[in-house]
T-cell receptor
Framework: NAGVTQTPKFQVLKTGQSMTLQCAQD?????MSWYRQDPGMGLRLIHY???????DQGEVPNGYNVSRSTTEDFPLRLLSAAPSQTSVYFC????????????FGPGTRLTVT | DAKTTQPPSMDCAEGRAANLPCNHS???????VYWYRQIHSQGPQYIIH???NNETNEMASLIITEDRKSSTLILPHATLRDTAVYYC???????????????FGPGTRLSVLP
């Protein structure tokens, strides 16, 4: 299994541009989440999905959209990039169940100038 | 959700056991203790979790005190590759209605020294 994969690894955007961060998992996990991590801080939840067609907001959802058309993929869209969105973005997945045993991707480092 | 307290940093000699403490004095009866780590520039990695009993897997052991107010993650033979930030998180079982927020605090920065 490849686990959780993310593309691209690095991205530089200009303010106002839009883009999509890709996330895929091959473990047939029902739950997928997007987190951001800013320097010296912990991870903060942006959006999550409990299954295909079902998404919900996390702690910091503003400026981001998500959709979940398949079990495997959970893309994160930045609608109009702002410098405050400069961060490292991690995608995670887990099986439905009674624990938070999550598997994370390698991350996308985004810089907005 | 219960708050956790961890030392900001620790050192450990290579080959020795690394014992990482976590205080969670306000833990509720149904809350699990989770440990994750994050090696520099990588995504977080799940290590282990437990409710009441001590747990062991191929990576580590988790010792939870009888009153569940604190726990210790033990890496039995630390290597240089274990240098990372270690996060202790306490959460109840996930419920669809309660969302999926899983907050990582500042953690403990473990440095394994040669």
């Amino acid at each position: 299994n490849a686990g959780v994969t993310q593309t691209p690894k690095f991205q530089v955007l200009k303010t106002g541009q839009s883009m999509t961060l890709q996330c895929a998992q091959d473990m047939n996990h029902e739950y997928m989440s997007w987190y951001r991590q800013d320097p010296g801080m912990g991870l903060r939840l942006i959006h999550y999905s409990v299954g295909a067609g079902i998404t919900d907001q996390g702690e910091v959802p503003n400026g981001y959209n998500v959709s979940r058309s398949t079990t495997e993929d959970f893309p994160l869209r930045l609608l109009s990039a702002a410098p405050s969105q400069t961060s490292v973005y991690f995608c995670a997945s887990r099986k439905a169940g009674r624990t938070y045993e999550q598997y994370f991707g390698p991350g996308t480092r985004l810089t907005v100038t | 959700d219960a708050k956790t307290t961890q030392p900001p940093s620790m050192d450990c000699a290579e080959g020795r056991a690394a014992n990482l403490p976590c205080n969670h004095s306000t833990i509720s009866g149904n809350e699990y203790v989770y440990w994750y780590r994050q090696i520099h520039s990588q995504g977080p990695q799940y290590i282990i979790h437990g409710l009441k009993n001590n747990e062991t897997n191929e990576m580590a052991s988790l010792i939870i005190t009888e009153d569940r107010k604190s726990s210790t993650l033990i890496l039995p033979h630390a290597t240089l590759r274990d240098t990372a930030v270690y996060y202790c998180i306490v959460r109840p079982p996930p419920m669809v209605s309660s969302g999926q927020n899983f907050v990582f605090g500042p953690g403990t920065r473990l440095s394994v020294l040669p």
